[in-house]
Protein backbone atom coordinates (compact mmCIF):
# COMPACT_ATOMS: atom_id res chain seq x y z
CA UNK A 1 0.00 0.00 0.00
CA UNK A 2 1.02 3.54 -0.46
CA UNK A 3 0.52 6.68 1.75
CA UNK A 4 0.73 10.39 0.02
CA UNK A 5 1.67 13.13 1.90
CA UNK A 6 1.16 16.49 0.67
CA UNK A 7 3.80 20.02 1.58
CA UNK A 8 4.79 22.97 0.99
CA UNK A 9 1.52 25.23 1.27
CA UNK A 10 1.34 28.13 3.53
CA UNK A 11 0.42 31.89 3.71
CA UNK A 12 1.40 33.90 0.29
CA UNK A 13 1.32 37.35 -0.90
CA UNK A 14 -0.31 38.10 -4.37
CA UNK A 15 1.82 37.09 -7.18
CA UNK A 16 4.24 34.99 -5.34
CA UNK A 17 4.73 31.23 -6.14
CA UNK A 18 4.95 28.59 -4.24
CA UNK A 19 6.05 24.72 -4.94
CA UNK A 20 3.91 21.99 -3.39
CA UNK A 21 5.01 18.27 -3.15
CA UNK A 22 3.36 15.52 -3.06
CA UNK A 23 5.95 12.43 -1.19
CA UNK A 24 5.05 8.95 -1.49
CA UNK A 25 5.76 6.11 0.88
CA UNK A 26 6.53 3.64 -1.91
CA UNK A 27 8.27 4.25 -5.10
CA UNK A 28 5.15 5.08 -7.38
CA UNK A 29 7.01 3.81 -10.73
CA UNK A 30 3.73 2.08 -11.55
CA UNK A 31 2.12 5.44 -11.56
CA UNK A 32 -1.08 5.44 -14.33
CA UNK A 33 -2.04 8.74 -12.89
CA UNK A 34 -1.00 11.43 -10.87
CA UNK A 35 -3.11 14.85 -10.32
CA UNK A 36 -3.57 17.68 -8.39
CA UNK A 37 -7.09 18.95 -7.40
CA UNK A 38 -7.81 22.10 -4.95
CA UNK A 39 -11.03 22.71 -2.83
CA UNK A 40 -12.17 26.18 -1.78
CA UNK A 41 -14.21 27.18 1.14
CA UNK A 42 -17.49 26.36 0.02
CA UNK A 43 -16.85 25.42 -3.76
CA UNK A 44 -16.39 21.95 -4.89
CA UNK A 45 -13.24 20.24 -5.53
CA UNK A 46 -11.39 20.89 -8.50
CA UNK A 47 -9.21 19.34 -11.01
CA UNK A 48 -5.91 21.71 -11.13
CA UNK A 49 -3.23 19.29 -13.29
CA UNK A 50 -2.53 15.99 -14.47
CA UNK A 51 0.31 13.87 -15.25
CA UNK A 52 -0.22 10.44 -16.80
CA UNK A 53 2.01 7.73 -17.51
CA UNK A 54 2.14 8.50 -21.31
CA UNK A 55 4.49 11.52 -20.06
CA UNK A 56 1.80 14.50 -20.88
CA UNK A 57 0.95 16.58 -18.75
CA UNK A 58 -2.53 19.02 -18.44
CA UNK A 59 -3.48 21.95 -16.43
CA UNK A 60 -6.97 23.53 -15.98
CA UNK A 61 -7.94 26.72 -17.93
CA UNK A 62 -7.77 28.87 -14.60
CA UNK A 63 -3.61 28.48 -13.96
CA UNK A 64 -2.44 27.60 -17.50
CA UNK A 65 0.15 29.54 -17.81
CA UNK A 66 1.01 29.43 -13.95
CA UNK A 67 1.20 26.29 -12.76
CA UNK A 68 3.09 23.34 -13.86
CA UNK A 69 3.21 19.57 -12.91
CA UNK A 70 6.09 16.99 -12.42
CA UNK A 71 7.29 14.08 -10.97
CA UNK A 72 11.01 13.87 -9.91
CA UNK A 73 13.31 10.80 -11.38
CA UNK A 74 12.81 8.49 -8.06
CA UNK A 75 9.71 8.11 -8.92
CA UNK A 76 7.95 8.54 -5.24
CA UNK A 77 7.54 12.91 -5.07
CA UNK A 78 5.58 14.78 -7.47
CA UNK A 79 5.20 18.55 -7.66
CA UNK A 80 2.94 21.47 -8.22
CA UNK A 81 5.16 24.80 -9.09
CA UNK A 82 2.35 27.37 -8.63
CA UNK A 83 3.44 31.12 -9.87
CA UNK A 84 1.86 34.62 -10.18
CA UNK A 85 -0.42 33.43 -7.34
CA UNK A 86 -4.20 35.14 -6.87
CA UNK A 87 -6.50 35.52 -3.86
CA UNK A 88 -8.80 33.30 -6.17
CA UNK A 89 -5.83 30.31 -5.53
CA UNK A 90 -6.80 29.89 -2.35
CA UNK A 91 -7.86 26.80 -1.63
CA UNK A 92 -6.74 22.94 0.12
CA UNK A 93 -5.03 21.66 -2.37
CA UNK A 94 -4.94 17.36 -2.47
CA UNK A 95 -2.65 15.65 -4.68
CA UNK A 96 -4.11 12.22 -6.41
CA UNK A 97 -2.69 9.02 -7.79
CA UNK A 98 -3.40 5.45 -9.68
CA UNK A 99 -1.13 3.00 -9.01
CA UNK A 100 -1.26 -0.20 -9.95
CA UNK A 101 -5.05 0.98 -10.78
CA UNK A 102 -6.05 1.64 -7.11
CA UNK A 103 -6.91 5.39 -6.33
CA UNK A 104 -4.79 6.70 -3.09
CA UNK A 105 -5.41 10.75 -2.01
CA UNK A 106 -3.41 13.05 0.24
CA UNK A 107 -4.48 14.67 3.43
CA UNK A 108 -4.26 17.82 1.75
CA UNK A 109 -2.66 21.45 2.06
CA UNK A 110 -3.05 24.63 3.01
CA UNK A 111 -2.67 27.40 0.73
CA UNK A 112 -3.57 31.36 1.04
CA UNK A 113 -3.01 34.05 -1.06
CA UNK A 114 -3.43 37.21 0.80
CA UNK A 115 -4.86 40.69 -1.03
Known amino acids: QVQLMESGGGLVQFGGSLRLSCAASKSIYNTYTVAWYRQAPAKERELVAT???????NVADSVKGRFTISRDNAERTVYLQMNSLKPEDTAVYYC?????????WGQGTQVTVSS
Open 96 to 104: YAKIGFKDY
Open 51 to 57: WTHTGST
